[in-house]
Each structure stands twice: as C-alpha cells, then as structure tokens.
C-alpha cells in the first residue's frame, strides 16, 4: 500500500500501517513476500469488516526462520493483538503443509495451521490478548512447525 498509512477506504474509516518497521533486523533478512491479485474469501464481513485488499501481499520465513516482531508499548496497559492471515502460497495445497506457532513474549499463545482452519484463499483472523506487561518492547514471533511461518 505504499509507505506509512494507507488512504483505502473502510467501512471504519481505519487506516493500515506496514509491519516492515516492527520486523526485527534478522527477519528482514529471511522473509519472502508473496502477493497476488486474486479474491480473498471471508473479507468485509463483519463485526470488523476487514478489507480483502489486508490479505493480498503475505510475508513467509524460510524452513528454519521465525518472523519476528519488536512492538514498542506502554508497559502499564493490556493490549488486543489482531493477526490476518491467509494461505495463498500455491505449494501449500492441503492441511499440515504450514504449521507455525504464535508466540508473544514468549507465551506459546496458539499453533496455527491456516489451511486446516480455512483452506486457501480465505481470510483467517485471530486474536490474543496480552496482559501485565513488565516491558516496553512487545515480543510477537511466528515459529514454523512444519514448512515455512
């Protein structure tokens, strides 16, 4: 969507920041971005209405890597962490092809294998709440299981 926030129009009137800047040194050296063009099922429903436009260009570690992400927080508030996700990698065409598990300092919070939740070409969102936070650096890493995070 180009640098900063995007100016695409929403049913909120929300505006979308890149995760590039919250990516760690070491995953922008091992990330992947795969984009397509192609319609993304289960977008603009709601409560969120989340545009099918979120799902269109993905980010992928290599087989050993983890995607990892630096949040500067303040330490005294709980925080709502939204993850969208989406399988449109055409190698990944069947259940326990990609399995990763989502991490948020360090609490193993969920493992996920988008495929077995939705197939591919539709939006999966899934969320996590962080509380008691005792620093101001917000740690979320996705860990590969089996295939590429």
Same mark, same amino acid.
């Given at each position: ?6 100016? @695409?129009?929403?049913?909120? =009137? ?7 800047? &919250? ?5 922008? #050296? ?6 397509? &063009? ?6 603009? *429903? *709601? ?6 436009? $979120? ?7 290599? *087989? ?6 630096? $949040? ?8 709502? $962490? ?19 598990? &989502?991490?948020? =300092? ?6 996920? @294998? ?5 197939? *591919? ?9 962080? #509380?008691?936070?005792? =620093?101001?650096? $917000? ?9 590429? &995070?």
């Amino acid at each position: 969507w180009g640098p900063g926030f995007s100016d @695409d129009a929403n049913y909120f =009137n929300w505006s979308w920041q890149l995760d590039y800047n &919250a990516r760690t040194t070491a995953t922008r #050296k091992i990330i992947d971005a795969i984009s397509i &063009a192609s319609s993304i099922a289960r977008t603009n *429903q *709601q409560p969120n209405y989340f545009p099918m436009k $979120l799902y269109h260009i993905v980010v992928t570690a290599s *087989q050993m890597g983890a995607v990892k992400y630096e $949040l500067e927080v303040d330490a005294k508030l709980d925080y709502l $962490l939204w993850f969208h996700f989406v399988e449109i990698d055409p190698r990944v065409n069947k259940a326990g092809q990609r399995v990763f598990d &989502a991490l948020a =300092n360090r609490a193993n919070a969920t493992r996920i @294998d988008i495929y077995k939740e939705v197939a *591919q070409f539709t939006a999966f969102d899934w969320h996590y709440t962080v #509380k008691n936070l005792s =620093n101001t650096v $917000l740690n979320v890493k996705l860990v590969h299981v089996v295939g590429a &995070a």
